[in-house]
């Protein structure tokens, strides 16, 4: 009877056994289903609380906010330095329609370049249109014409894409030493500081108040460019004492005109070398050594490909050289611009400022009718005093000194041989010098470099 039970039994079970089984895979199923759906109901939770602005704010897509100030600091400054195309452009008694077209080319097409390059590799790589090239065409005092700056620089942006592509950065940098280039670009600022205290015997209230802001500024103010500072007081004081002149048919909307470049011995001999120098020895290469410094992986070939074809094609508008720059690059890559992951943001904001700018790039030409002169000469002054020291601190440094000083001053000379001027001599004379008196010296500036990277002005 046992026995009949026990085999019963053990047939119950036998039977229940694929049923309990069916049972625990369908139950397994539903929880599945369940979790399946449960995941996605999350997710999207997630997504919707991500996108709200709490969640922006718990994830530090909000809250971590300083790579906007880092944007607002490089857009002050920017904005501030117009001031220099504007000197030149009084200079060249250029017509308004090549003012604003030389404006857009400073400012919109390094813009459009920047805003691409951050969104395609997430990195904040900063193009700017290079202060020093135009610190040079004022300082070369009209005696080029304005096509033949034009031509220049479009050669210049030809020879860099030229160099890139063959590889030739590190002879250039062998053959042209960075402290004589420094010489050069100490020689053609100095007259713009100086200039500051020749205008300020004219108008000592407006330019004696900016002067002041600017120094007040640097000791109390950390977080305002002393530059902007000086601009703002300068503003208020001109419209105080009625120092604003007026504009004849009142504000206009921007016309470009683009410029058809010429091509000249002179200015292929006198501007193109220089151009070129700076565009990939004293801006590029710096900035690519703070960019690794911060554990970034910038594309250098793209970037010198890059300033060589905006270099060309922003030329047809005006001379410009599109290139990286250490000081905004610090500004928008640097600890001050927040979490790495972030700071190519503020690449976007600051670029998308500018090309919104431009519909008030027309403006700027009657700048020129509407400030007083001394002032724009003075603010333009104050704009590169940091630009002077850090260039007579890398002139007087070493281990180059001979150089880099005949650099110095014959770029404040008058000179004038076989139809060419400063610039080049500056440059031929400096390098000359120190190849023939300072081979040691340009020895140990190889091996430092080799060892330490590029000076990083």
């Known amino acids: 009877m046992f026995a009949k039970a026990d085999n019963g039994d ?36 997630e997504r919707r609380a991500l996108c709200g602005p709490r969640g922006l704010w718990e994830s530090g897509s ?38 604003t077209a030389w404006i857009v080319a400073v400012y919109g097409l390094p813009s459009v370049l920047g805003l691409v390059l951050a969104l395609r590799y997430r990195q904040p790589l900063l193009l700017t249109g290079n202060i020093f090239v135009l610190i040079f065409i004022v300082s070369l005092n009209g005696r080029l014409s304005f ?18 592509l063959l590889g030739l950065n590190g002879l250039l940098a062998e053959w042209v030493p960075a402290p ?3 010489g050069l670009l100490a020689g053609s600022v100095l007259p713009f500081v100086a200039g500051i205290f ?24 950390g977080k305002v460019p002393p530059i902007f500072a000086a601009l703002v007081v300068a503003l208020v004081g001109a419209a105080v004492l009625g120092r604003f002149g007026s504009i004849d048919g009142g504000f206009r909307a921007p016309i470009v005109e683009p410029t058809l470049p010429v091509f000249s011995w002179e200015s292929m001999l006198t501007v193109t070398p220089v151009l070129v120098v700076p565009i990939v020895l004293q801006a590029n290469v710096p900035s690519l050594v703070f960019l690794r410094s911060q554990d970034y992986s910038p594309p250098a ?75 724009m000469l003075a ?70 470099s080799t060892t330490n990277g590029p000076a990083t002005p």
């Open 198 to 221: 020749t205008v300020l015997g004219q108008e000592p209230l407006i330019i004696g108040g900016a002067f002041a802001a600017y120094l007040l500024s640097s000791l109390f103010l």
């Open 10 to 45: 053990q047939g119950d079970q036998s039977g229940a056994m694929p049923k309990a089984s069916e049972a625990a895979r369908e139950a397994a199923a539903i929880r599945t289903r369940t979790g399946a759906v449960q995941a996605v109901q999350s997710s999207a939770a």
């Open 301 to 375: 070939r793209v970037l010198d490909f890059l300033s060589g074809i905006g270099t060309m094609t922003g030329s047809l508008l005006g001379p410009v050289g599109v290139s990286m720059s250490l000081p905004a690059t610090a500004l928008v890559a640097g600890p001050d611009a927040g979490r790495p992951e972030h700071r190519y943001r503020a690449n976007l904001i600051v670029c998308s400022a500018f090309l919104a700018m431009l519909a008030l790039a027309g403006f700027a030409a009657d700048v020129i009718e509407l400030v007083p002169r001394q002032m």
């Open 147 to 164: 096509a033949e700056l034009a031509g220049a620089a479009v050669a210049a942006g030809a020879v860099v894409i030229i160099l890139n």
């Open 379 to 448: 603010i333009a002054g104050l704009a590169v005093i940091g630009v002077l020291g850090m260039a007579l601190g890398q002139v007087t440094a070493g281990p180059l000194k001979l150089g880099p000083l005949f650099a110095f001053a014959v770029t404040l000379s008058d000179i004038s041989l076989l139809g060419l001027g400063p610039a080049f001599w500056a440059l031929a004379i400096g390098v000359l010098a120190s190849r023939l008196l300072e081979r040691d010296e340009l020895k140990a500036l190889r091996e430092a």
């Open 180 to 182: 004589v280039v420094m």
């Open 62 to 99: 909000i809250r971590d906010v300083r790579q906007l100030g880092a944007a607002l600091s490089l857009f002050r400054v920017a904005t501030s330095v117009i001031t220099i195309p504007l000197a030149a452009a009084e200079q060249l008694a250029l017509p308004r329609p090549q003012i």
